[in-house]
DNA sequence: GGTCTAATCCCCTGATTAGGGTATTGTGAA
DNA sequence: TTCACAATACCCTAATCAGGGGATTAGACC
């Protein structure tokens, strides 16, 4: 889509002016970089990003109206291709893994503008996906299951139970599976509800899966 | 639980031979890590880790036995804390995603192990998660996509459903939920099981659940 | 206007599950 | 040797669910 030689095509929105105004002159003054616009909000994304058909777009998450966030859902429903690379002082995970859904290939805090801007575009044209240590660790952290969170005290058996429980097996099949009697099994459930603290089968299997009990 | 002036504890899985003994040369002629053991294979891993608690691991994925995948959830099993860097040739998606889910902290590239080795490590015992360039971006590119894997056709009403029951809501619950009857909630069941292919409230939860339709 | 579908509601029957017991065996800790 | 507990198994009753009907209303589409 773009060779090393054609400058990339940028969109910048961030609310504050003073540091509007030093990301511009940062932008227009490297010769990889053609800045189309910037704006104080992204409450008209969709019709910009559509005029002005960016390469990539730099974008704050706290703006009045829109958040970035939201900005960053649009702007990939309409031209999927351009790039978002957040530049934000927000590196609290729920931000973070928020921008990272809704789309952006980069995230950077803007403690690093100054000295990764450049790099961090350059890697995010490349195909990359630039990131802070911590909010790469963020990222890490929310795919890895949270194993310990709780014990709830289940035996090996009840596990095996629950697990089978959790394929959507019926008390036969679970018996079947874990070659035991119905019997048994029914047991095994009950005390999997008294130590998982819910009352039927469903709460089971939502819990077992959500908190990575299987 | 290390400072700046101990040393860390390294234990290296890497079955080939002479690959093991250069980045254990390296290892051992730094002087920040020092080198507890170096394994062409972790079928032992767990003894091992017990008997050495190393502070980090620089796991290979592909040995004969037992794979880095699995010995990096042992690992994290038994001793949490214990960081792991997965070392390996492979950076296709499913190995890279299998291992940071399994618990690695950092994913490095064999090639680039000569002039970036010393600097994941140091990231990574500072809580940081060192990635290459490509790693970032396929973890990332798993965080977008799950969306719309497959389409089952449900109607909106049989998503709410569905979500109330993926909570672990009985029948009667749903139907105070979503303010409707209680025989109308067994119709969407009914249908929810159809278009799911499902035959009962827990394989409906999870699918539900498992292919991110709630 | 006719057809289709989503969403709502009702009934019935047989199967399954929930919640309450009790009991035996083996194992490992106190 | 007790004691606790995991794993196994059985019984009973009330509640809930599965699978099969049928029915009405409102909108969308042709």
Do not use: W
């Amino acid at each position: 889509m773009n060779t090393k030689n054609m400058s990339n095509k940028v969109l910048l929105y961030e609310d504050n002016d003073l540091l509007r105004e030093s990301i511009s002159s940062m932008v227009v003054l490297d010769e990889g970089m053609e800045l189309l616009g910037a704006y104080g909000h992204a409450n008209e994304v969709e019709e910009q990003v559509k005029s002005f058909k960016p390469d990539l777009i730099l974008m704050d998450i706290e703006m009045p109206g829109r958040s970035g966030i939201e900005a960053t859902k649009l702007v990939k429903k309409f031209l999927p291709e351009t790039f978002v690379l957040i530049l934000t002082v927000f590196d609290d995970s729920e931000n973070v893994l928020n921008a990272i859904k809704a789309g952006a290939s980069g995230y950077l805090l803007k403690k690093y503008i100054a000295t990764r801007l450049f790099s961090a575009v350059e890697e995010i044209m490349e195909g990359g996906a630039p990131m802070s240590p911590a909010v790469a660790k963020l990222v890490i952290q929310s795919m890895q299951k949270p194993q310990h969170t709780v014990d709830y005290g289940l035996t090996e058996r009840e596990k095996d139970v629950l697990l089978s429980l959790s394929k959507g097996n019926s008390f036969k099949l679970i018996a079947a599976d874990c070659k035991i009697s119905i019997d048994t099994v029914r047991t095994h459930i009950k005390h999997i509800y008294e130590k998982l603290q819910v009352h039927c089968q469903t709460e089971a299997v939502s819990k077992a899966i959500n908190e990575g009990l299987v």
